[in-house]
């Protein structure tokens, strides 16, 4: 059963930073490629991160490189998004999601990822 819940939303300055979780179904947090994907109403979602299963390789979308980072806890199955030097273009709904393939795609997409949580708030002020 796949089960993703999303936690650490907040409104930040520019410039700040912030962590957001992803508690996972054990099934999920070993079997799935776990991403994050934001959402700006009246935009198209995209992907920030995503991390093979287990912790494995992990990809960034350009725009967030040298800026976020992936991290894991095993005991908790849990995934954590590292958020620095945030901008007011970060302002999204952030979800967790997965797919349903024990590999994250190499071209990712949000398409690929059919399971998804109930989504986090980031809102960054300048």
């Known amino acids: 059963q796949v089960q993703l819940v999303e936690s650490g939303g907040a409104s930040v300055q520019a410039g700040g930073s912030l962590r957001l979780a992803c508690a996972a179904s054990?099934?999920?947090?070993?079997?799935?490629?776990i991403g994050w994907i934001r959402q700006v109403p009246e935009k198209e979602r995209e992907v920030v991160a995503a991390?093979?299963?287990?912790?494995?390789?992990?990809d960034f979308g350009d725009f967030v490189k040298g800026r976020f980072t992936i991290s894991q806890d095993n005991w908790k199955n849990t995934i954590y998004l590292q958020m620095k030097n945030l901008k007011p273009e970060d302002t999204a709904m952030y979800y967790c999601?997965?797919?349903?393939?024990?590999?994250?795609?190499?071209?990712?997409?949000?398409?690929?990822?059919?399971?998804w949580g109930q989504g986090t708030q980031v809102t960054v002020s300048s």
């Open positions: 999601a997965a797919t349903g393939t024990g590999y994250c795609p190499p071209s990712l997409h949000p398409r690929d990822f059919p399971y």
């Open positions: 991390v093979d299963p287990g912790g494995g390789r992990t």
């Open positions: 054990k099934y999920a947090y070993d079997t799935l490629c």
